[in-house]
T-cell receptor, first 118, second 118 residues
């Protein structure tokens, strides 16, 4: 079945440590996204990529980094510069929103990674 | 100013009754789309229904319908015949097709927690 796989489901970070969250999709989507969700809040966009080898900062990119070397993969690194990383992280993919064909297409989401500080 | 406002942090509904979840939006872009997602306690985001700004009729998908009032900038989700499995967080989101500064990305509200009582 096509879908988005995020791993791990739970992740713990020590002080000063970088951690990487994995996101893989087999939906053949060009666009991929990373969101952060805090308790009782909506989703906030961290980074997005409309095509391989290109990505853009979202609303809360500070303390995070990404890469997009393959169409299927969009890993997110939470760096030590992110002082409050405890949150639920969701990865999504879609047909690029910049195309008319993609304008009404929903984003498809993975099951999320819950990151906590040790 | 918030672009998506969901004024009901939490709601209760009796099983088998209908419930309306409110969503108002703010945009100057004449071309936009509105999405509703469901997030169960497990965390994944499930796409429910879409309404385009030029659509003449209100969208319907099974037990879900969208009460779209363009002049009032509201896009309320109606769930008919509520089931216990409908208990979840519900998020309204908007995509501005001419970007309006959001680069065509989804903008999410803070959500409404729906609890269905047996």
């Amino acid at each position: 079945d096509g879908g988005i796989t995020q791993s791990p489901k739970y992740l713990f970070r020590k002080e000063g440590q970088n951690v990487t969250l994995s996101c893989e999709q087999n939906l053949n989507h060009d666009a991929m996204y990373w969101y952060r969700q805090d308790p009782g809040q909506g989703l906030r966009l961290i980074y997005y990529s409309q095509i391989v080898n290109d990505f853009q900062k979202g609303d809360i990119a500070e303390g995070y980094s990404v890469s997009r070397e393959k169409k299927e993969s969009f890993p997110l690194t939470v760096t030590s510069a992110q002082k409050n990383p405890t949150a639920f992280y969701l990865c999504a993919s879609s047909i690029p929103s910049s195309s008319y064909r993609g304008s009404n297409q929903p984003q498809h989401f993975g099951d999320g990674t819950r990151l906590s500080i040790l | 100013a918030q672009k998506i406002t969901q004024t009901q942090p939490g709601m209760f509904v009796q099983e088998k009754e209908a419930v309306t979840l409110d969503c108002t939006y703010d945009t100057s872009d004449p071309s936009y789309g509105l999405f509703w997602y469901k997030q169960p306690s497990s965390g994944e985001m499930i796409f429910l229904i879409y309404q385009g700004s030029y659509d003449q009729q209100n969208a319907t998908e099974g037990r879900y319908s969208l009460n779209f009032q363009k002049a009032r900038k509201s896009a309320n989700l109606v769930i008919s015949a509520s089931q216990l499995g409908d208990s979840a967080m519900y998020f309204c989101a908007m995509r501005e097709f001419n970007y309006g500064g959001s680069q065509g990305n989804l903008i999410f509200g803070k959500g409404t927690k729906l609890s269905v009582k047996p």
